[in-house]
C-alpha cells in the first residue's frame, strides 16, 4: 500500500490536531503563565502560581535550548521515525529505525497510553499540559526565526500534546526490562514462519543490553551528622547517563510559591526534577541490581506452535498487529505490517540461541514497570518532601520508582539508602519451584505452564505482582551509606542488608571497583567535607591500578626489550585518568580489559568475608598469568600503534566530547569514579558517549541549602546555542560552580535575566505552526 507525502502529511496533521484537542479538554488554554529566570549557564529556574504554570515553563525553557532533542524523541516514542527518516537509519542509541518503530508503537499503543494519562491526579496532568503547551510555544517562536540545524528539514518536527509526554515516560519505564528487548520482541516468529523472520541487529542489541547499567550507572553518597564536617546533611550525586538522546539531563529550579521549591536534573520531557535538592533535603538514584521483569518459559502445545498450556488449558498466542509507515527513497510512504505474538504474561521474545521459539517451546517476557502509573506522581512527592520522613513515606505509599536506587540526606543529618523500587514479586521459594535459584540475574526464567508460579500478590503493595515495601532493603545512618550500582548489601558495611530474595539484592558478591574505592574513600571515623566529595569525583584515580600496578611493574623488571618501552610509559604513568594522563594510561586500560576476563590473574581470590579488600593482587609468580600478560601488553602495543597515538600523546586529546572539549575520566570497571563510556570515532579519538553528567555536592546551613554543581555536557545539545559547550568546560578543568537557589541569590547572579511568559499571548503564535 503507498500513499503519496502529501496525503500521509495532512493525514499525520489531522491526527494530531485531533489528539491534542481531547488532551486539551481537560484543562482550559491561555490561563497559564510562568515567570523563567535564567542564571549563569543559562539555568532556568521557573516561577509559577499552579503545576500548569509551572509545566508551561518547563516546556518552553526546555524548547528553548533542546527543541529537536526533543522532538527527535517524539518522534521515536510515536513509532514514526520511519515515515519520515527511512527504516535504514538509526536512532540515537544506534537500534534500527524500523525495529524501534514496530516496537514503540505496540508499547505505546493508544489504550495504554490513555490510561496512564487517565490515572495521573489533576496536579501531574496539569504539569504535562502545561509543559506540552509550552513546548509548542517556543516551536512557533523558533520555526518564525529558523529551526535549528540539528530538526534537519524539519518536517517530522510538529506540535506535542501530553500523550507524547505520557509515551516518553513510558519509554523511560521500559528501558530496565522490555525495551531491552525490542529486536527480540518485533523478530518473534513461529516455527512454521520461520522463514519469514525479519532479519534484526541482535549483536547491537545484545550490546546495548550489557551496557545498560553501565551507560547507566551513578555513584552517590549521604554523608550523616557523625561523619560531616559540618555536623549535617551532605551529598554527593554523581549519575552516569548518556550525553545524548532521551536520558540526557536538564538542568532546572521549579518553585510554586508556598508548595514547591526544589533545583536539580529531569530527563526530557519530564516535568519533574529527578535528581536534585529542596530546602530541607537532597537526594539522588543509581541504577539497581535488582530484577524488574521475569522471562515465563511457555510449554507449547504439541498440536499448534502459536498454543501454549497453562494449568492444563491451551490457550492462543495473541497476535497483535502493528503497523509502521516506511519512507521510500523517492519520498513514498509504504506500510510495513507485522504481528506481534501476546501471552498472558507479555510479549513472547526470540532470540537466537538464547531465547527460541520452537515446537516445544517460546519464551514471554512480563515487566513490572509497564503497570507503573505512579512514577511521575512519586518523583513530584520527593520534590516537595519536607523531611526525609516524608520522602520515605512516600515511597512507601506509591512505590513508583523504576528501576533505580534512592540516596538522600536531610538537614538534620539522617542519611538514607533505599532498594525500594518496582521488583516483580518472586521470593526465594518460588523461585526454587519455578526457576533456577542459582540464576537470578539478568536472566530470571519461570516456568510458564503453571498458575502457582505466576508473581506473589500482597495486598500492602501498590501494585499486584510486586514485592511490598516491608521486603525491601532500607537503611537510614547517622555516618554515611553510598552506593555505585551494587547490591543493597554494603551501603554501609557496618550494618550489611542480607535476607532478601535474589532478585531485590544478593549478599556475598564481589563489590564493583567504584564500590570498593568509596568505600576506601569513607573508611574510617575522620569527617567528611564537601571538598572531600568532590575529589572524589575529579581527583580520577583509577581504583585498579592501585590493586595490580605495584605488581605490574614488578614484571616489568624481567621483560624484554620490545615491551620494554609500554613499561616506562606504565611506570611514568600517574595513577590517574585525568586530562594530563599519559600514554600510559591507555596500555593500562588495554590490558586490563584482557586481565579483567581471567579471575585466575589475581593472587588472592575474592573472599565474602573480606569484600572490602579481595581480590587483590596480580599473580605474576605464575607463568599463566605471566603470559597473559605478556599477550595483552603486545596486543596493546599494536592498538596503539594502529591508532596513531605519539608517546608524548595526553588524555585530554584522545577523549573528547561532541563539541571538542577535552573530557577526563575513564571506564567504570577501572574503578574510575568519574566513570566515562567513549567510543572510537577517527584513529586515536574517543567520542564521551556517556558518564558523568549532572553533578552536584549539597551541604545544609542555616540558611538553607548550599549546593555546588556542574552539568557536564552543558545544557543545550544544539551546536549554536552559547550554552553547547559552557559547563563541559567547566567540568574538564575539575570546577562545580555555587548554583543559585534562593531568591536572593538567583538575582544576585551576573548573568540574571528574566521574561513572563503567557499562554493566552503564545496561543496565537502556536496556531500559526
Known amino acids: 500500500m503507498t500513499f503519496s507525502k502529501r496525503a500521509v502529511f495532512r493525514l499525520g496533521l489531522t491526527t494530531v490536531l485531533a489528539t491534542a484537542s481531547l488532551a486539551c479538554q481537560a484543562g482550559e488554554a491561555g490561563d497559564a503563565s510562568a515567570q523563567i529566570r535564567r542564571t549563569s549557564f543559562g539555568t532556568p529556574h521557573i516561577l509559577a502560581k499552579d503545576e500548569r504554570g509551572l509545566g508551561y515553563g518547563i516546556g518552553y525553557a526546555y524548547a528553548q535550548d533542546n527543541l529537536c532533542l526533543l522532538a527527535n524523541e517524539v518522534l521515536t516514542v510515536n513509532g514514526e521515525r520511519s515515515r519520515y527518516l527511512g527504516a535504514a537509519g538509526k536512532t540515537p542509541d544506534q537500534r534500527d529505525n524500523l525495529a524501534s518503530d514496530l516496537f514503540f508503537t505496540w508499547l505505546n499503543n493508544p489504550t495504554a497510553t490513555s490510561a496512564f494519562l487517565?490515572?495521573?491526579?489533576?496536579?501531574?496532568?496539569?504539569?504535562?499540559?502545561?509543559?506540552?503547551?509550552?513546548?509548542?510555544?517556543?516551536?512557533?517562536?523558533?520555526?518564525?526565526?529558523?529551526?535549528?540545524?540539528?530538526?534537519?528539514?524539519?518536517?517530522?518536527?510538529?506540535?506535542?500534546?501530553?500523550?507524547?509526554?505520557?509515551?516518553?515516560?513510558?519509554?523511560?519505564?521500559?528501558?530496565?526490562?522490555?525495551?531491552?528487548?525490542?529486536?527480540?520482541?518485533?523478530?518473534?516468529?513461529?516455527?512454521?514462519?520461520?522463514?519469514?523472520?525479519?532479519?534484526?541487529?541482535?549483536?547491537?542489541?545484545?550490546?546495548?543490553?550489557?551496557?545498560?547499567?553501565?551507560?547507566?550507572?551513578?555513584?552517590?553518597?549521604?554523608?550523616?551528622?557523625?561523619?560531616?564536617?559540618?555536623?549535617?546533611?551532605?551529598?554527593?550525586?554523581?549519575?552516569?547517563?548518556?550525553?545524548?538522546?532521551?536520558?540526557?539531563?536538564?538542568?532546572?529550579?521549579?518553585?510554586?510559591?508556598?508548595?514547591?521549591?526544589?533545583?536539580?536534573?529531569?530527563?526530557?520531557g519530564l516535568p519533574v526534577v529527578n535528581i536534585g535538592f529542596n530546602r530541607h533535603l537532597a537526594w539522588t538514584h543509581t541504577v539497581d541490581k535488582s530484577n524488574h521483569f521475569t522471562l515465563y518459559r511457555l510449554q507449547l502445545d504439541p498440536k499448534d506452535p502459536t498454543r501454549y498450556l497453562f494449568d492444563g488449558q491451551s490457550l492462543p498466542l495473541t497476535p497483535?498487529?502493528?503497523?509502521?509507515?516506511?519512507?521510500?527513497?523517492?519520498?513514498t510512504l509504504q506500510t510495513v505490517e507485522r504481528s506481534l505474538y501476546l501471552s498472558k504474561f507479555g510479549p513472547v521474545v526470540q532470540w537466537p540461541g538464547r531465547l527460541d521459539w520452537d515446537n516445544q517451546a517460546a519464551y514471554s517476557l512480563r515487566d513490572a514497570n509497564l503497570d507503573n502509573t505512579r512514577v511521575l506522581q512519586q518523583w513530584y512527592q520527593i520534590n516537595r518532601a519536607g523531611s526525609l520522613q516524608a520522602l520515605k513515606d512516600s515511597v512507601a505509599q506509591l512505590q513508583g520508582v523504576p528501576w533505580v536506587n534512592?540516596?538522600?540526606?536531610?538537614?538534620?543529618?539522617?542519611?538514607?539508602?533505599?532498594?525500594?523500587?518496582?521488583?516483580?514479586?518472586?521470593?526465594?521459594?518460588?523461585?526454587?519451584?519455578?526457576?533456577?535459584?542459582?540464576?537470578?540475574?539478568?536472566?530470571?526464567?519461570?516456568?510458564?505452564?503453571?498458575?502457582?508460579?505466576?508473581?506473589?500478590?500482597?495486598?500492602?503493595?501498590?501494585?499486584?505482582?510486586?514485592?511490598?515495601?516491608?521486603?525491601?532493603?532500607?537503611?537510614?545512618?547517622?555516618?554515611?551509606?553510598?552506593?555505585?550500582?551494587?547490591?543493597?548489601?554494603?551501603?554501609?558495611?557496618?550494618?550489611?542488608?542480607?535476607?532478601?530474595?535474589?532478585?531485590?539484592?544478593?549478599?556475598?558478591?564481589?563489590?564493583?571497583?567504584?564500590?570498593?574505592?568509596?568505600?576506601?574513600?569513607?573508611?574510617?571515623?575522620?569527617?567528611?567535607?564537601?571538598?572531600?566529595?568532590?575529589?572524589?569525583?575529579?581527583?580520577?584515580?583509577v581504583y585498579l591500578a592501585s590493586l595490580l600496578r605495584p605488581d605490574l611493574l614488578q614484571w616489568c623488571q624481567g621483560v624484554d626489550a620490545d615491551l620494554q618501552s609500554l613499561c616506562a610509559n606504565l611506570k611514568a604513568w600517574n595513577g590517574k585518568a585525568g586530562l594530563d594522563a599519559g600514554i600510559g594510561l591507555v596500555h593500562f586500560q588495554n590490558m586490563a580489559a584482557v586481565l579483567q576476563q581471567h579471575p585466575e590473574i589475581w593472587r588472592v581470590a575474592f573472599d565474602p568475608a573480606d569484600p572490602l579488600h579481595t581480590p587483590r593482587g596480580l599473580a605474576v609468580e605464575q607463568a599463566a598469568v605471566r603470559k597473559l600478560l605478556r599477550e595483552a601488553a603486545l596486543a596493546s602495543i599494536e592498538q596503539v600503534k594502529k591508532d596513531g597515538l605519539a608517546a608524548d600523546v595526553r588524555w585530554g586529546q584522545v577523549q573528547l566530547a561532541k563539541n571538542g572539549v577535552p573530557v577526563p575520566g575513564g571506564a567504570q570497571e577501572l574503578g574510575v569514579y568519574n566513570a566515562m563510556i567513549s567510543v572510537p570515532v577517527a584513529p586515536g579519538k574517543r567520542l564521551v558517549v556517556s558518564g558523568s553528567s549532572y553533578l552536584q555536592v549539597v551541604t545544609f546551613t542555616d540558611q538553607g541549602p548550599k549546593a555546588e554543581g556542574i552539568l557536564a555536557f552543558s545544557l543545550s545539545s544544539e551546536a549554536a546555542s552559547g550554552h553547547a559547550s559552557d559547563q563541559t568546560k567547566a567540568f574538564a578543568a575539575g570546577k562545580l560552580t555555587a548554583i543559585p537557589f534562593t531568591e536572593a541569590q538567583i538575582k544576585a547572579d551576573p548573568e540574571y535575566r528574566a521574561v513572563v511568559i503567557r499562554e493566552r499571548d503564545g496561543a496565537a503564535i502556536a496556531s500559526k505552526q
Open 118 to 268: 487517565q490515572a495521573q491526579p489533576a496536579a501531574v496532568r496539569d504539569l504535562l499540559e502545561g509543559y506540552a503547551s509550552g513546548y509548542n510555544r517556543a516551536l512557533g517562536e523558533r520555526r518564525a526565526q529558523g529551526l535549528p540545524a540539528e530538526c534537519g528539514d524539519g518536517d517530522w518536527v510538529r506540535p506535542i500534546t501530553s500523550l507524547d509526554l505520557v509515551k516518553l515516560t513510558r519509554r523511560l519505564l521500559a528501558e530496565g526490562g522490555v525495551g531491552q528487548f525490542a529486536e527480540a520482541v518485533v523478530a518473534a516468529t513461529p516455527p512454521k514462519l520461520a522463514a519469514q523472520r525479519p532479519t534484526v541487529d541482535y549483536g547491537q542489541a545484545l550490546a546495548r543490553q550489557q551496557q545498560f547499567a553501565q551507560s547507566r550507572g551513578s555513584n552517590a553518597v549521604a554523608v550523616g551528622a557523625q561523619r560531616s564536617a559540618t555536623g549535617r546533611g551532605m551529598l554527593l550525586a554523581n549519575p552516569h547517563f548518556p550525553w545524548i538522546g532521551g536520558m540526557r539531563f536538564y538542568q532546572m529550579q521549579l518553585t510554586i510559591p508556598g508548595q514547591l521549591d526544589v533545583m536539580g536534573a529531569a530527563l526530557p
Open 320 to 331: 497483535y498487529k502493528v503497523s509502521v509507515a516506511v519512507k521510500g527513497e523517492d519520498g
Open 406 to 541: 534512592t540516596v538522600a540526606v536531610d538537614e538534620a543529618g539522617h542519611a538514607l539508602y533505599l532498594n525500594q523500587s518496582v521488583v516483580p514479586y518472586v521470593d526465594e521459594a518460588l523461585l526454587g519451584q519455578c526457576g533456577n535459584p542459582q540464576q537470578a540475574g539478568p536472566l530470571v526464567v519461570l516456568d510458564g505452564s503453571r498458575s502457582a508460579c505466576q508473581w506473589k500478590v500482597d495486598p500492602q503493595a501498590a501494585q499486584p505482582g510486586i514485592f511490598p515495601i516491608g521486603l525491601l532493603p532500607s537503611l537510614e545512618r547517622t555516618d554515611y551509606v553510598q552506593h555505585s550500582n551494587d547490591s543493597a548489601w554494603l551501603a554501609n558495611p557496618a550494618a550489611p542488608l542480607t535476607g532478601f530474595s535474589p532478585l531485590v539484592s544478593r549478599a556475598g558478591q564481589p563489590l564493583g571497583m567504584r564500590s570498593r574505592f568509596a568505600l576506601q574513600r569513607l573508611a574510617g571515623n575522620g569527617k567528611v567535607s564537601a571538598d572531600d566529595l568532590q575529589r572524589m569525583v575529579f581527583d580520577d584515580e
